[in-house]
């Protein structure tokens, strides 16, 4: 299948170990062929977005395509760094998924206010998880990235 995707990484921050061995094994099972970067929570995204500290080498660490964030994550969470992530000139025009468990109708409100992309309820279990991670894959072939 061609694929608009193949030529761009995609970051994942996600702080939970157990949903970032979901996403793997999806990216598996679809053969999605972007490579695939993690970090745990929003300020280590920024500094991989901003090539800071382990991060310098912008080879080893290019600039992704599209952002995977989860909403509750320690040190900083989602929604703080998307609103960074969306007033950096250099930043702003990537696009954001927004993750998240919670079925607080207020994350998804500040989540589009603060200028995300789309917003995924993440499903608890394996199948429903994968299936979630094939339409993210489909929704971005079919749209056009900046």
């Not at 761009?8 to 949903?19: A, C, Q, T, Y």
């Amino acid at each position: 299948m061609s694929n608009i995707l193949q030529d761009f990484p995609i970051l994942l921050v996600e702080d939970n170990k157990h949903d970032v061995v979901f996403v793997k094994r999806a990216w598996r099972l679809h053969k999605i062929t972007n490579s695939l970067f993690v970090v745990p929570h929003g300020e280590e995204c920024l500094k991989f977005l901003r090539h800071q500290g382990k991060y310098s080498d912008s080879e080893k660490f290019p600039r992704p395509g599209i952002i995977l964030m989860d909403i509750r994550m320690p040190v900083m969470d989602g929604v703080e760094c998307l609103g960074i992530l969306k007033k950096d000139p250099q930043l702003k025009s990537i696009p954001v998924i927004m993750l998240t468990t919670s079925k607080e109708e207020i994350d998804r409100i500040k989540s589009y206010q603060l200028g995300c992309n789309t917003f995924i309820q993440k499903p608890v279990d394996f199948e429903n998880f994968s299936n979630a991670i094939r339409e993210i894959q489909i929704y971005w072939t079919m749209s056009e990235l900046p």
